[in-house]
């Protein structure tokens, strides 16, 4: 083998080795994207979760003080929306959570 078959054998190998590195940064990159998505949808839910206890917990006093009622139920009017709305929540961060690490596992 002549000096210039095996450089450009060599050429060869660092291009495949380039082409090779650059696949797998890419997917390294679009999952590390992925995961700052799901990320940011998470502390979006969170938000949502805490505007609702806040309700929840507005609508308790609300029962308490100016209705004058001593106890309340789950099923009361003002707490049966809330409560399932943050339920759906709830499952929705679990859900993404599990993504999140199931992708951090990657």
Do not use: C, P
Not at 38 to 59: C, H, P, S
Request: aromatic share 4%.
């Amino acid at each position: 083998m002549t000096f210039g078959e095996r450089m450009k054998e060599m050429m060869d190998q660092g291009l495949a080795a380039s082409k090779d590195f650059a696949v797998k940064a890419g997917a390294k990159a679009q999952n590390l994207g992925e995961q700052g998505i799901l990320m940011l949808e998470i502390k979006q839910l969170e938000g949502q979760a805490q505007k609702l206890l806040t309700r929840l917990g507005n609508d308790t006093y609300i029962v308490f003080t100016e209705r004058d009622q001593d106890t309340i139920a789950r099923d009361q009017v003002e707490f049966k929306s809330t409560l399932k709305e943050i339920a759906i929540i709830r499952e929705a961060i679990e859900k993404k959570e599990a993504e999140l690490k199931d992708r951090k596992g990657v």
